[in-house]
């Protein structure tokens, strides 16, 4: 039962509680019929016998009698006769009348059972019950009395079995249409089962296809509708959408990781054949191993960045949140940075303590690090960064100004994107990583981050993050 596919499994049990009913249904109607068709022949006794008992009549005289009619009949019976209307049914569907004295002698009519029934006493207008030889037989008197007459009775008799031939019919009629209707039933319910679930072997073929041949760009179709099984295959669909998104970016990553590894790579391996083969001076092999500690020193760094941004994006569990003072944060961190005074650019910082946060301290510090350096990357001399947090009713507001070289507009779009440097020549000793990792950690955090830049004039990069409770 367990390996059989459900389309057979809805069909067996459909099937079988299909025959539970249909033979209940049988055994009902047989039971119902059986009580019917007793009842009818019990009520046609005694109907029969209530119309006969009209058709006979008592004379005196012979002379009042239309000697004519010839059709009826006549019987002598103590100082008169009786007339038996032609209408007398003697015998009809199965229903056999006859007319008795009192001591049970037999004066006119039918009675097949005439002779076991003779001991039964006269009855009127009772319904009576005898088995003869196993048969069972209704028997219903009724007595002739009036001023004239006594001692005469009707009796009138019908066997059980009257009514056992159209049982047999009904039984048999029952068990040819019953179990056709089962067949059709069942064969329709299979028909039914299949087509119903058809888009599942679809999906499951899809779903077979993609896992075989690895390729993520297969999507499942199995036309339009909105039933479950369309809104399971559009979820299934949108699922390897992300996941070929998501393939596809660490594809991404990894070979533009390899690229960026590569040029320093190559510079300290360039530099290092150069010593080893030529005959250098103090001088000459100094400037070389101020070239390799710069690229070692890019590496590392480019290292690092790539372990941080990946653990971001796959483990940002490892980041436990907490609630904490992002106002003091915020004034220690620039305290700190403020000592770069890279090319005489002055940082001014406008926060206040006691405005909290719930985050990641070590992330929220790279954040701002990472938002600030670039702010003296790309300063002018002598210039300024302004950074500021405000507290607004519904968010934390943190933005990093600085007056320096700006983003063109082309540029603007892309640098979030990971490894992307508007100017690789201008961005020296960045790994094109910081911005893409502070919108992770923007995210992780809730987070909105944009950007407003004048080419030439400055950039202000503007963090907006939820207040504790709210996110
Ligand atoms: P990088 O390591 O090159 O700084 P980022 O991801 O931090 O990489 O920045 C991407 C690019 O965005 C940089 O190469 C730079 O061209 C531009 N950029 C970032 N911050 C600023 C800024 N404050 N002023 C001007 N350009 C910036």
């Known amino acids: 039962m367990k390996h059989l ?11 079988a509680a299909l025959i539970v009913v249909v033979s209940m249904t049988y055994g009902i109607v047989l039971a119902v019929s059986e009580q019917v068709i007793q009842k009818t022949i019990r009520d046609n006794l005694i109907e029969t016998v209530e119309h006969n008992y009209d058709e006979i009549e008592f004379y005196t005289d012979i002379n009042d009698v239309d ?8 019987v002598r019976y103590g100082d008169g006769f009786l007339e038996v209307d032609d209408d007398f049914l003697d015998q009809v569907n199965g229903v056999y009348t006859a007319l008795y004295q009192e001591d049970s002698t037999l004066i006119y009519g039918e009675n097949p059972v005439a002779r076991d029934t003779a001991e039964l006493s006269f009855q009127n207008s009772v319904l009576q019950k005898q088995r003869i030889n196993g048969t069972l037989y209704y028997i219903f008197d009724r007595e002739l009395s009036d001023q004239e007459i006594s001692g005469l009775w009707l009796r009138g008799v019908v066997a059980e079995t009257q009514g056992s031939a159209q049982l047999q019919n009904i039984s048999k009629l029952s068990l040819i249409v019953l179990p056709l209707v089962v067949l059709l039933a069942v064969v329709g319910g299979f028909v039914i ?3 119903a679930l058809r ?3 679809q999906i499951e073929q899809a779903a077979n296809r993609i896992s075989h041949g690895g390729d993520l760009k297969q999507r499942i179709d199995i036309g339009k509708g909105g039933d479950e099984l369309h809104r399971l295959a559009n979820r299934f669909n949108e699922m390897f959408e992300r996941l070929d998104a998501s393939f596809e970016a660490e594809r991404q990553f990894t070979s533009d990781a390899s690229h960026e590894l590569r040029t320093p790579m190559s510079v300290i391996l360039a530099q290092c054949e150069y010593s080893l083969e030529e005959d250098c ?6 400037e070389a191993m101020r070239v390799i500690h710069r690229q070692s020193k890019r590496m590392s760094r480019l290292i690092n960045d790539m372990l941080t941004f990946t653990r971001l994006e796959n483990r940002a569990n490892r980041y436990p949140m907490e609630t904490l003072d992002f106002g003091a944060l915020v004034l220690d961190t620039c305290e700190d940075l403020a000592l770069i005074e890279e090319h005489g650019i002055k940082l001014e910082c406008q926060a206040q303590k006691g405005i909290l946060l719930c985050g990641n301290r070590q ?3 790279r954040m701002l690090t990472n938002l600030v350096s670039n702010a003296y990357r790309y300063g002018k001399d002598h210039g300024h960064i302004w950074v500021s947090l405000e507290e607004h009713p519904d ?6 100004r600085d007056d320096g070289i700006g983003i063109s507009s082309e540029d ?4 979030f994107r990971r490894f992307y440097q508007a100017d690789s020549s201008r961005s020296s000793g960045g790994t094109g990583l910081g911005l893409s990792m502070v919108e992770g950690i923007v995210e992780l955090h809730g987070g909105q981050i944009s950007v407003d830049s004048v080419y030439q004039k400055g950039s202000t990069f503007t963090v907006t993050l939820p207040k504790p409770g709210r996110e």
Not at 67 to 74: A, I, P, Q, S
């Open 67 to 74: 000697l004519k009619n010839d059709v009826d009949h006549f």
């Open 5 to 15: 596919s459900i389309r057979w499994k809805i069909t067996l049990w459909f099937s």
């Open 281 to 286: 001076t103090k001088e000459e092999y100094r």
């Open 412 to 415: 603007l779009p892309q640098i």
């Open 199 to 201: 888009p599942i072997r």
């Open 395 to 400: 968010a934390l507001v943190l933005a990093v």
């Open 363 to 365: 992330l929220l510090i």
């Open 193 to 195: 089962a299949s087509r």
